[in-house]
């Protein structure tokens, strides 16, 4: 049995998310297909699935698109 230690990445800038000071955002695969966000030098951490993230990104990539198809037919 092999362990599995994740992959962590971490932001090249800095964010301001939940408070004023921008601090850089630690993303995490960890195992059972799961994606964790966190603050760097926090310990909360927001978990979610892959398939949700993949979900949510093919859903904003259809309402850009539909944007830009909008604003064509406006002009």
Known sequence: ????????????????VLYQKPRKIVVSLEQGDLITFRESGRRQKWILNADSAFKYAVRLAAFSEAGRKRSRKDK
């Open 1 to 16: 049995m092999t362990d599995f230690n994740g992959v962590k990445r971490r932001t090249r800038g800095a964010y301001s």
